[in-house]
Structures are given as structure tokens and as C-alpha cells.
């Protein structure tokens, strides 16, 4: 069956027409509003961005300011905790410069004979060191090391030379010399006092026997391993003359001619 148009043919134009027309306007209107969408969205997930951006930003402020605070406060002990260390080290290093007083005189105490008899004994570190009161003998500044300079007396010269080569024995000893060995034949003074050149006025250790000689000796002691080696520290040690060695001396008393034995000071001594 045809289809037939009852509309004019005149009418019909006009209707196309305007029906063209309304819909092109549509079209764009519709792209308009696709358009405006599309910007919003935008405009939208943009302000989200920037305001999560902006939090975050404020969330690191905060916590580099907090760090900043705690670093601040912690500043007290990382000071503390740097001059401990700079403690330890000092201490370490007088550690290791620190001669051993105490194992050198148990030594000399180990390897004295039983007929020696030790009125002074002066210990020093280096020769530069000078003790109000404290013996120094004149071979003392030979060696530059941790020394002890002992006077005391014994029952004969030959038994001085025992003294000397027992010393050599002493654990640590790099030298002994002998600065002299002299007999006395008077005792000048009250109360058992003497004066020669055995150095000074000390306690006598002879219990009134002329013929026993006083001596003096220096004995020297390896330097500590250390390089910085404290030199300005001394330990002086005096002792009277013993009640063994009273009650080990003769009770008669002779008046013999002085003797006197020195050792040469040109030599330094007799050496280990």
C-alpha cells in the first residue's frame, strides 16, 4: 500500500524548516551543558587535589617541626654523650702511661738480700721531677725513665755488689748503678743520725756498727709502652730502719779508719 502525504505541498517546506532548525539548537545546547559537566568534574577533582595536597603538606610541617623540637631537646645528651667519650679517651691514655709504682717496688722488695737494709727510697718518672725532702742521686738524669734511687746500708762492700747484681733481677729493671758505697767510722749526731756521703742526714739502719757500708743506688725501670708518658708524677717512699734489722746488727761496736768505696760518676755506674 503507498503511503500517501495529505500536508500541502506548500506547508510542507515550512514544517521541515523549522523542525532543522529547532534541532541543531538542541544539539548545541546539549554540548553546552556536556561541556560545563566536563569543567565541573575538573574544576572539582582539582580543588580535591590541591586540598589534599595542602593537608598533607601541613601534616609534614608538623611533624618536621616536632623532630626539630625533639632534636633540640636531645641536643644535652649528644653533648654529655661527646664529652664522655673525650673522658674515656683521656683516661685511657693515662691508663696507659701510668707506670706501675706498686709492681716495681715489690720487686725490689723481692730481690733485696736479707742482709740489706733500706732507709730512703725516692721514685720518680723522670729526672726532671724534683721532690722537696726526696733523695736524687747524680747518675739519676742518665736515662730518661721511671727510677728509684735507694739508700741503705749492708753488712760488707762485697755484699753491696750483691745487692747490685740482685736488683738486675727485679722484673722491668733496664739498669742498676751505683752512685757509692762508703764506711762510716763515727756516728756524728743523737738518736742514731748520720752524715756522709751517703747522702744526707738519715735514719741509720747499721745499729751502731761502724764497719757496715751505707750505699746508694739507682735503679732504672723500662718506660711504659705508651708514647705519651706522664712525666710529671712521683711517688716517694721513706721508711725507718727496721726492728729485724736492729736485732740482725752486731751489738759490740768497733772504731775502725774510715773506707770509703765510690763508684766513678763518669761511667754512670755499674749497668745491667
Same mark, same amino acid.
Request: hydrophobic share 40%.
Given at each position: 500500500?503507498?503511503?500517501?502525504?495529505?500536508?500541502?505541498?506548500?506547508?510542507?517546506?515550512?514544517?521541515?524548516?523549522?523542525?532543522?532548525?529547532?534541532?541543531?539548537?538542541?544539539?548545541?545546547?546539549?554540548?553546552?551543558?556536556?561541556?560545563?559537566?566536563?569543567?565541573?568534574?575538573?574544576?572539582?577533582?582539582?580543588?580535591?587535589?590541591?586540598?589534599?595536597?595542602?593537608?598533607?603538606?601541613?601534616?609534614?610541617?608538623?611533624?618536621?617541626?616536632?623532630?626539630?623540637?625533639?632534636?633540640?631537646?636531645?641536643?644535652?645528651?649528644?653533648?654529655?654523650?661527646?664529652?664522655?667519650?673525650?673522658?674515656?679517651?683521656?683516661?685511657?691514655?693515662?691508663?696507659?702511661?701510668?707506670?706501675?709504682?706498686?709492681?716495681?717496688?715489690?720487686?725490689?722488695?723481692?730481690?733485696?738480700?736479707?742482709?740489706?737494709?733500706?732507709?730512703?727510697?725516692? &721514685?720518680?718518672?723522670?729526672?726532671?721531677?724534683?721532690?722537696?725532702?726526696?733523695?736524687?742521686?747524680?747518675?739519676?738524669?742518665?736515662?730518661?725513665?721511671?727510677?728509684?734511687?735507694?739508700?741503705?746500708?749492708?753488712?760488707?762492700?762485697?755484699?753491696?755488689?750483691?745487692?747490685?747484681?740482685?736488683?738486675?733481677?727485679?722484673?722491668?729493671?733496664?739498669?742498676?748503678?751505683?752512685?757509692?758505697?762508703?764506711?762510716?767510722?763515727?756516728?756524728?749526731?743523737?738518736?742514731?743520725?748520720?752524715?756522709?756521703?751517703?747522702?744526707?742526714?738519715?735514719?741509720?739502719?747499721?745499729?751502731?756498727?761502724?764497719?757496715?757500708?751505707?750505699?746508694?743506688?739507682?735503679?732504672?725501670?723500662?718506660?711504659?709502652?705508651?708514647?705519651?708518658?706522664?712525666?710529671?708524677?712521683?711517688?716517694?717512699?721513706?721508711?725507718?730502719?727496721?726492728?729485724?734489722?736492729?736485732?740482725? &746488727?752486731?751489738?759490740?761496736?768497733?772504731?775502725?779508719?774510715?773506707?770509703?768505696?765510690?763508684?766513678?760518676?763518669?761511667?754512670?755506674?755499674?749497668?745491667?
Amino acid at each position: 500500500m503507498r503511503a500517501v502525504n495529505l500536508i500541502p505541498s506548500d506547508q510542507q517546506r515550512g514544517a521541515g524548516g523549522a523542525a532543522g532548525k529547532s534541532g541543531g539548537g538542541a544539539f548545541i545546547l546539549l554540548g553546552a551543558l556536556a561541556l560545563l559537566v566536563v569543567m565541573a568534574g575538573v574544576f572539582v577533582s582539582s580543588g580535591k587535589s590541591v586540598n589534599d595536597k595542602q593537608a598533607k603538606l601541613t601534616d609534614v610541617t608538623a611533624q618536621a617541626v616536632a623532630a626539630e623540637a625533639k632534636a633540640t631537646s636531645l641536643q644535652t645528651y649528644t653533648k654529655f654523650a661527646g664529652i664522655r667519650a673525650k673522658r674515656v679517651d683521656t683516661v685511657k691514655q693515662l691508663a696507659a702511661s701510668r707506670f706501675d709504682w706498686a709492681h716495681a717496688l715489690r720487686e725490689v722488695a723481692r730481690v733485696l738480700p736479707e742482709n740489706a737494709w733500706v732507709t730512703s727510697m725516692t &721514685a720518680t718518672t723522670s729526672p726532671t721531677v724534683t721532690l722537696s725532702g726526696g733523695a736524687s742521686g747524680s747518675l739519676r738524669g742518665a736515662i730518661t725513665a721511671p727510677a728509684i734511687v735507694l739508700q741503705g746500708c749492708t753488712t760488707s762492700q762485697a755484699s753491696v755488689s750483691k745487692v747490685l747484681a740482685r736488683l738486675r733481677l727485679a722484673d722491668g729493671v733496664q739498669r742498676v748503678a751505683l752512685e757509692d758505697a762508703t764506711k762510716v767510722a763515727e756516728i756524728s749526731g743523737t738518736g742514731g743520725a748520720q752524715t756522709g756521703s751517703a747522702g744526707g742526714t738519715n735514719g741509720d739502719c747499721r745499729g751502731g756498727h761502724a764497719k757496715y757500708p751505707v750505699f746508694n743506688v739507682d735503679v732504672w725501670f723500662n718506660a711504659p709502652s705508651s708514647t705519651a708518658a706522664v712525666t710529671n708524677g712521683s711517688t716517694t717512699a721513706t721508711a725507718s730502719d727496721t726492728t729485724a734489722a736492729s736485732s740482725a &746488727a752486731p751489738s759490740t761496736t768497733a772504731t775502725p779508719a774510715p773506707t770509703t768505696t765510690t763508684a766513678p760518676s763518669t761511667t754512670g755506674g755499674t749497668s745491667k
